[in-house]
């Protein structure tokens, strides 16, 4: 259904009815983050946490939200004209 990518922090993907894929992912000391954006065009970040007593969170982001964490992410899986075709 998806595809991850990740950061420092940490999340998990959403089920959505239509497959997503993910756009940079990052990892740290506190966790993975990866940024997927759906079919519809719509973009979410999944922080998935290595702390045992933690849960991993979805977090919708606004395009502007997406582009900033595309940045900071260090694992570019797709082209930023790709991940955010328009922009």
């Known amino acids: ?8 922090t940490s999340a998990s993907a959403a089920s959505t009815s239509q497959p997503s894929w993910a756009a940079a992912a990052g990892s740290g000391s506190a966790g993975r983050a990866f940024l997927f954006r759906t079919l519809k065009g719509n973009y979410f970040a999944q922080f998935q946490s290595t702390w045992p007593a933690e849960r991993d969170r979805l977090l919708p982001l606004s395009q502007d939200e997406a582009m ?9 899986k797709v082209s930023f004209e790709e991940a955010f075709p328009g922009a």
């Open 68 to 76: 900033r964490l595309y940045g900071e992410l260090p694992e570019k």
């Open 1 to 8: 259904m998806t595809s991850p990518a990740a950061s420092s």
